[in-house]
């Protein structure tokens, strides 16, 4: 019984982790993406 409790737990770490990483992942493409725009949108930001 508590083999099997201590397995799930893992198991729920690991997928928070998961969900965690794919969270980052998404924001740090969304802040790049952003700031690949505002420097598309002035050429000056990209001469400093």
């Excluded at 201590?6 to 802040?31: C, D, E, G, M």
Aim: aromatic share 6%; charged share 25%; net charge positive.
């Amino acid at each position: 019984m508590f083999l099997s409790t201590k397995k799930t737990t893992i198991k729920n770490k690991q997928k928070q982790q998961l969900l965690l990483k794919r969270q980052i992942i998404v924001q740090l493409n969304l802040t790049f993406s952003m700031r690949m725009e505002k420097s598309w949108a002035e050429p000056s930001s990209l001469a400093l």
